[in-house]
């Protein structure tokens, strides 16, 4: 399956958008994007990339959890799964770019502010 919004020659491109809808009194949908296992080969790739600009600033990624007005925000898990009898499991890299002028990007992990209770820890 090929979901392609196509191409402009002048102004922006095409949006894609997948989404489910509100729920009054139940859950919200879910959306979910996967790969396929392979059983004689190595599993999909499921890779997520925001677009390039030669003249401005690239496109950003941006995972995040939805709020929960009442209760607890959702969780953001990023991880890899545990590894077969003779293997490794997977790594986790983070990584921010080469700049040839300036800077290069900053890698930042915090917790936030807590109102009545103690701050998050990050270990």
């Known amino acids: 399956l090929v979901f392609s919004s196509g191409t402009s020659l002048k102004g922006n491109s095409g949006a894609i958008v997948m989404g489910t809808g509100a729920a009054t009194t139940g859950r919200g949908g879910l959306v979910s994007i996967s790969a ?3 059983t004689s080969g190595v599993g ?3 890779i997520m990339t925001s677009g390039h600009s030669t003249v401005h600033t ?3 990624v941006s995972i995040s959890g939805g ?3 009442a209760t607890s925000s959702g969780v953001v898990s990023i991880r890899s799964k545990n590894s077969g009898v003779s293997g490794v499991s997977g790594a986790l890299v983070f990584s921010s770019g080469t700049s040839l002028k300036g800077n290069s ?3 930042v992990m915090g917790t936030g502010a807590a109102t009545t209770g103690r701050g998050g820890l990050v270990s």
Do not use: D, F, M
């Open 36 to 38: 396929g296992s392979g």
């Open 44 to 46: 999909g790739l499921v």
């Open 58 to 60: 690239g496109g950003a």
């Open 67 to 69: 709020e929960g007005t």
């Open 105 to 107: 990007g900053a890698i």
